[in-house]
C-alpha cells in the first residue's frame, strides 16, 4: 500500500492491555482485543437474521419466488443463530475465571463443530433448492462465501487448539491454574496465539459481507419480480379494460343493424299487409274466378312474409352468437401471454433477473418495460380490429334498407293496378284486365321472393364476413406478437444476459412485425385540431400518453441527485461530474421535444412546417447530444476505465438514439402526407375522408409505435444513474473511512503505545535512581558510623580506609551517576521517538487515494458490470482490514519489547541488588579491628582492609556502570529491534499482503464466485 502496510493497523488498540482470561486469574495480552473483535463480529452476525435482510412479502408464486425467498431468509437465519453461538462461547472464553480452561475451550470448539455441520448439511440442501430455480449464479455465490467461513472456522478451531495447549501446558507446569507466573504464562502462551487468534476472528468476520449482500440482492431481485408479475397482471386487466368499451361499441354496432333491420323488414311487412288487404276488400274479389286469379297473385308476396318475426329473431341470434364468438377471440388465452408458466418470454425475462447473472439488472431493466408493451400492442391491436367493423355494419345497414326498399317497387303499384281493374263495368273487359296484372306481378312475386332471401343471404354473407375479418385481424394481431414480437424479444434479452451491452438497436427488428399488422388495421381518437390542420388524427391521444409516461421518466431522472465526493478520489469526482452532467443534459434534450410536440398539436393555422419545424428541430438536438456530447462523457469514463458504466450507457443512449431518429423519420412520414392532402384539397376544404387518401392508417400506428418505443428505453438510463449514484456514495463513504482511520488513529495510536514503553522504561530509570539512593544512604551511613569508631582513629593506615570508604560512599550520589542516567534516558527516550519518526515516515509516505489496491477495490465497485458489487464485498472487509486491523506481526513488536524492557528492569534490579554485597559487610569487618587492643593488631587490621576495600569498591563502581550500560545499550537494542520488527510488518503487508489480496481480487473481478481466489 505505497508503505502503507498495516503500519496504521500497527496502531489500532492497545493489546497491552489485560484482563482475567481463559478461565485463569492471570491476564494475557491481546485478549481485549480478541474480545473487541467477538463483539464486532457478533454485531455483524445479528443483521443476517432474517429480519434484519430485505424485507421480502412476495405475493406471487410463480418462479419459486416463495421458495427462493425461504431458502435465503432461512440460510440468514442459521448463520446468524450459529454466528451468535460462536460469538457467546468465544465471549465466555475470554471474559471467564472459572478455573476451568478446557471446559471453556471445549465450549468454542463444539459452537464451532456445530455450525460446520451446519453448514454442510444446508449448503447441499440450499444449493439444490436454489438451483433448481435460479440456475448456478446464487448457488455458487453462497457456496464461495460459505467456503470461506467454513475454512475460517477450521482455522479459528486450530487457532484456539493451539492456544488451549499453550494453556494447559502453562498449568501443567505451575502444577495450578490458580498459581501461575507470568515467566511460566508468557512461556507457554505466545503473542502469537493471541494474535492468531485475533487475526482469525477479524477474517471470519470480513468473510460474512459478502453472504449478507448474496442473500440481500437475491432477496432485492425476488421483491422486484414479484412487483413485475404485479404489474404485468394489472397490464393484462388493463388491456381488457382496453378492449372491453369497443367490444360495447361493436355491440351498439350490432344492436343499430338489428334495430334497423328489424324496423325496415316488419316496416315491409305491413305496408304488404295494408296493401293487400284494400286489394282484397275490393267488390270484385267477391267473383270466384277473379279471386283466385287476385289470390295467386299475391299468394308469393303472402307467403314471402309470412314468417318474417322468425326470421328477424334468427339473426338476432345470430349477432349474439357473433358477439360471443368476438368476446372468445380477444380474449387473452394465449399462454404466452397470460400464463407465467408457460410464457417463455416472461420466463426469459424474469430468470434473467433472479438467477443473478452478470448483466442480470441491466437486461432486465432493458427490457422489462417492452415486455409490458406486448400486452398494450395485442389489446390495442384487438381494439383497432374491432373498430373498423364498426362502421361497416353502419354500411350494411344502408345496404338493407336499400334492398327493402327494392321490395316495395314489387307490390306498391298493385293496388292502383287492381283498383282500375275493378272500377271497368264490362266483366269480360274486368277480367281480362286481371288476368294480365296478374300474370305480369306473379313473376314479380319470384323477384320479390328472391330479393327478399338475398335481403337475409346479404345479412349472413356480411355477418360472416366481418367474422372472418376479425378472425384474420385479430389472428394475425396475435401472430405477430406470439411469433414475430414475442421471440425476438425474448431472443434480445437471453443475448443481452449472455453478453450485456451490445449496442445493437435489436428492437428495430422487432416491431416490423407490428408494423405488417398495421396495414390491416386502424386507430381511433377524439375530434381534435392538430398537427397544423383543423382536422383529427388517428392515435394521437395515445401519443400524447406515451409522452406523458416519457416524461414522467424523465422527471424521476432529473430528480436523481449525486452526492459529493468527500474523499478527494479522483475517478469518483470524474465519474459525478459525468454523472451530472448525463442528468442535467437529458432533461434538457428531451423535455424540449415534449414541448414541441404539444406545439404541434395546437397547431390549427395550416403551416405544417412551422407545426413540425420545432419537433423536428428538437429531435435533431437531442440526437446531436448523444452522438456528440455524450459520447464525450462516455470516452472520459472509458479513459478512466470505467468501461462497465460506459458500455451502459452507449448501449442506452445508442438505442435512444436509433429510436429518436425513427420518431423523426414517422413525424416526417406524417407531415409529407399532410402536406400532400393539404396541397390536393386546395382550395377546397381538407376533410377526413379525403385526408385518409394521404394519410394512411399505417403511418400514424408507425407513429405511435416508435414514441411507444422510446417511452420504454428511458428506463434503462434511470437505473443505470441510479446504480452508478449508488456505487459513488458506496464508493466514497469507504474511501473515506479509510482516510478518516488513517488521520484519527495512528497518531493517537502511536502515542499510546509510546506512552506505554514510556511507562516501563521511566519505570526502570525510577528503579535505579531509587536503589541508588537507597545505597548511597546506606553506604553514607557506613561512613558516618565507621568515622565514629575511636579506636581505629589512630591506626596509621586510617586515612587510606576513610578514603576508601568514601569513595564508596560517593559512587551513589546523583551527581557522580549524572552523566550515564543521561545517557540510559535518553536511549529510553529515544525508543519512543523512534518508533514515532518512523511511524511519522510511514504515515507520511501514505495515500489512501493512490493505493493500488484501494484503486482496484474501487474500480472492481464503479467501473465494472460483471462481479463488481459481488467482488466488492467479497473483499471489502479485508481491504479495510489492511488499514485498521491489529495486525498480529506488528502488535508482537510492541508487545515483545514491553516484555522485554520489564524483563530489563528485572535484570538491572537484579546487579543493582548484587552492589549490596559489596558494603553490607563493612561495619561489621571494621568493628572487628575497632576491638583490638593490640595496636600493632589494630594497625595490622585497618591496612589489611584499606587495599581490599579500594578494589572492592572499584568493582563496585564497574557494576554500577554495567548496570546503566546494559540499561543503554538495551535501550539501543530494543528500539532496533522495534523498529526492525515494524520495518518487517509494513514489507509483508506490502509485498505479500497486499500482493496476495490484489491477485484475489483481480481473479474475482475476472471470474466471479467460481474464480480460483
Known sequence: MDRVGLIILLFQCALIVASPDYGLPNSVSGTASILSRISLASSYVETLAPGQLVPAAVTQTAFGLPTIVQILQGTGKLVSEDGAAIALAMSTLTESKTGDPAALFDAVAQSIQSSQAHITQLLPTARSGLSALLGDNVPDRLTDGFARLNTGLQTLAARLDALKAGVLAAIAEAGSATTISTPVLTKHITARMVYDVLRTVQDLRAYLPVIRYTLNTTLEDAVEADAFLNRYETALASAETLVGPVIDSFFAAQESFYASLKSSVKGLAAFYDEQKQQILDLPMNGDPALGAAIGAMLDKYTTTLSNHPADIVAVASRLSSDLTALKALVANTDPEIIS???????????????DSGVYSRFCYHKYKDLVIVAVAYLAQESSNCIEREIPRLGHLVEAVKAIVDTERFDFEDILDWMTICNELQDPTKKSECVQRISSSYTPLGDYFADKYDLLYDLTYTELNACKQRLNICVQL???????????????????????????????NRLVLAFGLVCLLQGLSAEPRPEFG????????????????????????IKALVVAPIASGMAKLSVTKTQIETVITAFDAKTTPIGTAYDTLLAATDGNIDNAFGPFNTAIDGAIAYITTDAAAITTALTTISYSGISDQLT?????????????????????????????????????????????????????????????????????????????????DTFV?????????????????????????TDSITASIAADMTADGTATGTIYTNVDAMTAIKNAPKIADLTTALGSLRDLFLTSANAAQTTTMTDAFTHIGTSMEALITTLKAAISVTDDTLVNLLIDTLVGTEKYGRYCYHKYKYLVYGLFTQ???????????????????KATVEQIIDLLT???EDIEAQVGVCNQLTIPADLNA?????????????????????AAYTLATDEAAASENRLLICLRLVNLDVTVLQEAALLGKLQICAAQGANGSD
Not at 346 to 352: K, M, N, R, V, Y
Not at 536 to 554: H, Q, V, W
Open 533 to 556: 390542420i383543423s382536422l383529427t388524427l388517428d392515435a394521437t391521444d395515445r401519443i400524447t400518453a406515451e409522452k406523458a409516461n416519457a416524461l414522467g421518466i424523465n422527471a424521476e
Open 651 to 731: 448501449d442506452a443512449f445508442q438505442r435512444i438514439a436509433a429510436g429518436l431518429t425513427d420518431l423523426k423519420t414517422q413525424a416526417g412520414n406524417v407531415k409529407t402526407a399532410l402536406a400532400a392532402a393539404q396541397a390536393a384539397a386546395n382550395p377546397n376544404a381538407l376533410t377526413a375522408t379525403f385526408l385518409r387518401q394521404y394519410l394512411s392508417l399505417r403511418k400514424m400506428y408507425d407513429l405511435l409505435r416508435s414514441v411507444t418505443n422510446l417511452r420504454a428505453y428511458l428506463p434503462l438510463v434511470k437505473y443505470i444513474l441510479t446504480t452508478t449514484i449508488e456505487n459513488l456514495a458506496e464508493a
Open 941 to 961: 587490621c585497618v591496612a589489611a582492609l584499606a587495599p581490599y576495600y579500594t578494589e572492592l569498591f572499584k568493582a563496585t563502581k564497574d557494576k554500577i556502570a
Open 477 to 507: 394481431s396475435k401472430r405477430a406478437l406470439t411469433l414475430g414480437y414475442v421471440p425476438e424479444l425474448q431472443a434480445a434479452i437471453e443475448r443481452c444476459a449472455a453478453t450485456g451491452p451490445t449496442n445493437v438497436y435489436e428492437m
Open 340 to 354: 407465467f408458466a408457460d410464457s417463455k418470454l416472461i420466463g426469459a425475462l424474469i430468470h434473467t433477473l433472479i
Open 736 to 760: 473515506g473511512l479509510l482516510k478518516t482511520t488513517l488521520a484519527n488513529d495512528v497518531g493517537t495510536k502511536a502515542d499510546q503505545y509510546k506512552t506505554a514503553l514510556k511507562e516501563v
Open 917 to 919: 554485597f559489596d558494603y
Open 886 to 904: 491489529a495486525f498480529d506481526g506488528g502488535w508482537q513488536c510492541v508487545d515483545k519489547e514491553y516484555e522485554r524492557l520489564q524483563h530489563l
